[in-house]
């Protein structure tokens, strides 16, 4: 999971960027990149850490020109220490492109032999970024016919980056002299929004982020998402194009993005992230009367932020107090998303801190998005209980974690996930919780695409179902030893 941002404009975009990737930052804080383009000139600037403490003045005077990106970064490939690793990534052939991507590519083994012995070209990095770059520059320079570029040339291009790369990929790139390119997956399960704003003088400037909040705070006009499989082409004066580049396109996001990842404030693919996490916590609420002894909560409270929405509807659901117990430390990252599970343990005690008052002598029942590795669930438990609780429910808005995630977030080991081989009350057990209740599959997928035409979304982490049907054991093996060596 990354953030990217792609801009067209009349006037220099290096702020409209930098304001994109803050609003973007909950989605990836170990390394941020901006990159303009002047004519056929590129300008680029990229460091570790995020995006505040990454740029200075000196640095956005250099950003100049009226197209530009930006990235947060979130590792899923690539060392996360490793600023080399930072995104956007460049080549100089043909034209000089720049380019960002968000997901993660499963068939990396492959494109790394055939980008040497086939296409002849170093991948200077672990990332399987600057090999989607390298690809897309070979298919490019493949179409080229004479010395100008046009769009068929470039959709030509991209439906065959369709056909050799594998996974989860929403990619924004720069071709120098020429314009901008986006272009989203086949089954869709990373965002790209596209979005239009017209000046004074009703020139069309546009943006495609990875999300709708980054295009309203910049009043851009939501157009609408980009399709499964579709390249969008925005020439440097405005002249937007789109053509389908895949043969069978089917939209199936990321289930994910609606349980943790995403601003509850965005809404993508049609879906507003707040409204699905309130219908999480009804369905929820009815799992939980179920299976919950009567009286074993005197008040609901959630782990801030992203749990805060089913939270409250739990606790109207169930007639039960809401309390805030739990207070965050803004100025700690998602520990999610933090590289490393030392670094993640380290940072709950500082993210969050309990109050007695709400606690002590009360049945407490807690209900966070996820429950993943548990690192951040035992040490809430235990201080619910250092704080004086008499019993602890903890109620998760997600199903159980059994599989890893390959497609664009950091759950590459089954090792590492806590429900991976438990049945609920092991789990509870190893929380060091009373009780433990579940969201169901069914509930969250149906919570999610309620009152869309979406058919399906990609729950591969909760159900082993991998939806581009290209991901075997043998490749989930492989993913394990090496993320583990």
């Known amino acids: 999971m990354c953030g990217i941002v792609g801009i067209v404009s009349t006037e220099p975009v290096n702020q409209q960027v930098y304001d994109s990737l803050l609003l973007l930052q909950h989605r990836g804080q170990d390394s941020t990149g901006i990159a303009t383009a002047d004519g056929s000139a590129f300008h680029m600037a990229k ?18 020109g009226n197209m530009g990106l930006g990235h947060v970064r979130y590792t899923t490939k690539g060392a996360a220490e490793r ?51 390298n690809v897309l520059a070979t298919e490019l320079q493949g179409q080229i016919t004479g010395l100008d570029l046009d769009p068929d040339q470039i959709f030509a291009a991209v439906e065959q980056v369709n056909e050799r790369v594998e996974g989860s990929y929403a990619v924004i790139a720069l071709i120098a002299g020429h314009g901008l390119l986006a272009f989203r997956d086949p089954f869709g399960i990373r965002p790209l929004i596209l979005g239009r704003r017209l000046t004074a003088k009703g020139k069309e ?46 939209l ?28 999480m916590g009804d369905r929820l609420a009815d799992t939980i009367a179920k299976h919950m002894p009567l009286g074993d909560a005197d008040v ?7 749990s805060r929405p ?56 807690i209900v966070d998005d996820s429950i993943v590795r548990g690192t951040t669930s035992q040490q809430i438990v235990q201080m619910a209980r250092d704080a004086g609780a008499n019993k602890v429910t903890f109620a998760s808005a997600a199903p159980p974690v059994r599989f890893p995630h390959v497609y664009g ?10 429900a991976h081989g438990r049945k609920i009350p092991e789990i509870a057990a190893e929380l060091g919780a009373d009780h433990m209740i579940y ?45 583990l060596s």
């Open 47 to 64: 460091a570790r850490g995020q995006v505040r403490e990454a740029f200075r003045t000196r640095d956005m005077r250099s950003l100049i």
């Open 83 to 133: 600023e080399e690793e930072a995104q956007p990534f460049y080549v100089n052939a043909p034209y000089g492109i720049i380019l960002v991507h968000n997901g993660n590519l499963t068939n990396t083994r492959e494109l790394s032999q055939d980008l040497f012995n086939i296409d002849r070209r170093h991948v200077n990095s672990t990332s399987d970024t600057e090999m989607l770059l």
């Open 205 to 250: 400037e546009w943006i495609v982020a990875s999300e709708s909040l980054v295009l309203e705070n910049g009043d851009y006009e939501i157009v609408r998402d980009v399709e499964p499989g579709e390249a969008i082409f925005i020439t440097l004066d405005g002249q937007m194009t789109s053509r389908q580049c895949a043969k069978n396109p089917r």
């Open 252 to 279: 199936v996001p990321c289930s994910f993005e609606y349980v943790y990842l995403a601003r509850p404030d965005s809404v993508m693919n049609g879906i507003s992230v707040y409204e699905s996490r309130l219908r």
């Open 300 to 306: 609901v409270m959630p782990i801030p932020d992203s």
């Open 310 to 365: 089913s939270a409250m509807q739990v606790a109207q659901k169930l007639g039960i107090e809401y309390r805030e117990g739990f207070y965050k430390n803004r100025y700690v990252g998602r520990t999610f998303i933090m590289p490393g599970q030392s670094e993640r343990k380290r940072s709950v005690r500082q993210k969050l801190n309990a109050m007695g008052t709400e606690f002590r002598g009360k049945n407490i029942l």
């Open 409 to 418: 977030i950091n759950m590459p080991s089954r090792q590492e996930l806590i």
């Open 439 to 483: 969201q169901e599959v069914a509930d969250l997928q149906a919570a999610i695409t309620e009152g869309t035409s979406i058919e399906s979304l990609d729950l591969s982490c909760f159900t082993g179902d991998y939806v581009t049907g290209t991901v075997t054991e043998e490749y989930l093996g492989w993913v394990e030893q090496t993320q």
